[in-house]
């Protein structure tokens, strides 16, 4: 499903970093094309038979700001974007998730994490049912609110609840099924599909119980996830996108 | 209250107007009390001498029987007057003896006793003898009239009334001046005094602005300056990180690699430390215990013995990113200078949302706390401990700008404490 020669647009206007990252993605099975800056970026999809796969974009290049070119290539069409910036300012995050990117990477990053983040743009992109329909900016279940971009859960008194990467994607997972039966082997495939819970040997048993503390704090609070004795776990809410 | 102590200017002033102006009125009071005494006391032997006289004269006109009740009735509280008929016994002077305390009473008139006592005797021709005996003029000390005490200590307490409002609006620029300059490198952000009150107070706030203006330009060219340079390292080691992963599998790889997390780790701390309260970010509410759970759980997961403990859930407004940065920091470096078990808590006290962890390491001793609050300093340095020596000083910086608290204790058994403290409104 996953196309091994996806074709990668890299624009980053330092010039060993640029081609870096396209080797990086040409080690990884990818086609990548380095650009400098919006211009070059431009007037390569002008000319490009086939529309790129994916754009990596970084947020500080001279001319126009990383952003304006996200702006800009999201009024093209649905072109699947990460944005690269430096590390630690939250604001160049939320406003990239803003201008409509549909992930985020901040440097200096680990070459692992970033190809695995890539994978899973192109997998969400590439019409994985599973996948697509985490890319729906918000979804809704007893309440609660799960920002999917901003990796955000809003309890349904408008609390920010923190959730660890393990928890956040055992709970998509849980919410692309919802009020279905699924396994401990169903939920660690669905869950693993995604970045975070890689290299995380730990059972998932362990996880829900987690994630049950955060969803239902007191002994009043409504059930969300039930066990399933001897099947696994289900998600009892029913869950809206939008 | 600040107003009554002795030690603050506002107090010495009070009591410097009350004090000043009770003095001068009790001065004036007693003042004019001896000038009135002293006028009164200089007709008084003449008076006492008409009123013997006058005595004698009833005495003679009087009935024998009745002589002795009406010369009693004409006694003064300052002279007392008997009659007697037989000629007194005790020892005779001359009555001018007594010319200073009863006038002149004419050559019959007799002394008894000592002249200082002021006891005379006057013969009433035909009519036996009247008895006196004036007293000395009473000492004119303190007005013993308690109207005046009275109206003294009203104008006293009516002074303090006035004074109390007056010396606390010329004050209160001042004191707003002290908590200004407080502030000054615990908030990041200007905080201009309104010139207002006396003249020097105004050139006092006027030049602490200009003082203000110039220290938060001088940090913020330091900040600037050391942020850059840290931002710019990023660049070269995103370089060397994906480099570094092009390398065969192996130690040095790994080492390497190690580095160079360590290197992204420092220069993240600088850059948190620099930007914090700085950055855009608002407090929304967030619920802290799942913030708390998620670090215990992370760190627990890594093989590390932190436990959380707390209520089910305490929704507070927080800058997120800035408290779980901060949060971090803290559990790192009660993991990395202090020892396993770390126990996290949270409760509730008195409107504020208290954070606790505790590590089981050596602590620190009690005068080295407020230097391990301190940017850059590093405790176990000497012995070439990790880090930046940021941690403590980010945390204690966002508890600042949350309005909160940060402060260094010792753990029940011995380890650090570290307790943050943060409003629940924000």
Redesign the interface.
């Given at each position: 499903m996953l196309d091994p020669e996806a074709c990668i647009l890299v624009v980053e206007d330092?010039g060993?970093?640029r081609q870096?990252?396209a080797?990086?993605l040409r080690?990884a099975g990818f086609r990548p094309v380095p650009l400098r800056d919006g211009r070059e970026m431009f007037g390569w999809l002008d000319k490009a038979a086939a529309p790129p796969d994916l754009v990596v974009l970084d947020v500080m290049l001279p001319g126009a700001s990383g952003f304006d070119i996200c702006r800009r290539l999201r009024a093209r069409g649905g072109l699947p974007i990460i944005m690269l910036t430096?590390?630690?300012d939250?604001?160049d995050r939320v406003l990239g998730l803003e201008m409509g990117a549909d992930d985020y990477v901040a440097?200096?990053?680990?070459?692992?994490e970033f190809i695995a983040r890539v994978r899973a743009v192109l997998r969400r992109a590439g019409g994985d049912p599973a996948a697509a329909s985490a890319a729906a900016r918000r979804l809704h279940f007893a309440g609660w609110v799960l920002d999917v971009k901003a990796r955000e859960l809003l309890?349904p008194?408008?609390?920010?609840?923190?959730?660890?990467g393990g928890?956040f994607d055992l709970l998509l997972a849980f919410l692309e099924y919802p009020q279905r039966v699924l396994s401990r082997d169903q939920l660690l495939e669905v869950a693993r599909g995604r970045v975070a819970i890689e290299g995380?040997e730990?059972t998932v048993d362990v996880q829900v119980s987690?994630l049950r503390?955060?969803l239902e704090?007191?002994e009043s609070s409504p059930a969300i996830i039930k066990t399933v004795r001897g099947a696994g776990y289900i998600f009892v809410p029913e869950v809206a996108r939008g | 209250m600040r107003l009554l102590r002795l030690d603050s200017l506002a107090g010495r002033t009070v009591w410097l107007l009350v004090g000043s102006l009770t003095l001068v009125q009790a001065v004036s009071m007693v003042t004019h009390e001896r000038a009135f005494h002293a006028m009164e006391e200089g007709g008084m032997p003449d008076r006492l001498a008409d009123r013997v006289l006058a005595a004698a004269a009833v005495a003679a006109h009087s009935l024998p029987p009745r002589r002795a009740e009406a010369v009693a009735a004409l006694s003064l509280p300052r002279l007392s007057l008997s009659w007697q008929a037989e000629a007194p016994a005790a020892p005779v002077g001359p009555g001018d003896a007594l010319a200073g305390r009863v006038g002149r009473l004419g050559s019959d008139a007799v002394a008894l006793g000592d002249p200082a006592e002021g006891r005379g005797a006057l013969p009433v021709p035909g009519a036996g003898w009247v008895v006196f005996s004036a007293r000395a003029p009473g000492p004119h000390g303190f007005p013993g009239d308690p109207a005046e005490w009275l109206s003294l200590l009203a104008m006293a307490l009516g002074t303090f009334l006035v004074a109390l409002p007056v010396v606390a609006w010329m004050t209160g620029p001042l004191q707003r001046l002290a908590a200004a300059a407080d502030r000054i490198g615990r908030d990041p952000r200007e905080i201009p005094l309104t010139t207002e009150g006396p003249i020097e107070v105004r050139q006092a706030a006027r030049a602490f602005n200009a003082m203000q203006a110039r220290i938060l330009r001088l940090i913020e060219d330091r900040t600037e300056a050391l942020a850059a340079l840290s931002h710019d390292l990023r660049t070269p080691l995103a370089r060397l990180r994906i480099r570094a992963s092009f390398l065969p599998e192996g130690e040095d790889r790994a080492r390497m690699e190690a580095g160079l997390e360590e290197l992204e780790a420092m220069v993240d701390s600088v850059l948190a430390f620099f930007r914090e309260g700085r950055d855009a970010e608002a407090a929304v509410p967030t619920d802290l215990v799942a913030l708390l759970q998620t670090l215990a759980d992370e760190a627990a997961d890594a093989g590390q013995d932190v436990a959380f403990d707390g209520p089910a859930r305490l929704v507070l407004p927080l800058r997120r990113v800035a408290a779980r940065r901060a949060l971090r920091n803290l559990l790192g470096n009660a993991l990395l200078h202090g020892a396993e078990p770390v126990r996290l808590s949270l409760r509730r006290e008195a409107g504020m949302a208290v954070v606790e962890i505790a590590d089981a390491g050596p602590g620190i001793p009690p005068a080295d706390r407020a230097r391990a609050l301190q940017p850059f300093v590093r405790l176990d340095g000497a012995r070439g401990g990790a880090g930046t020596g940021l941690g403590l000083a980010t945390a204690q910086r966002f508890a600042d700008a949350a309005q909160g608290t940060l402060e260094l204790d010792a753990a029940p058994g011995g380890g650090l404490l570290v307790r943050l403290r943060l409003p629940m409104a924000g």
């Open positions: 330092d060993e970093m870096l990252v080797r990086l080690e430096a590390r630690g939250e604001m440097k200096p990053f680990a070459p692992r309890s008194d408008g609390a920010v609840v923190d959730l660890s928890e995380a730990r987690r503390r955060k704090p007191d | -």
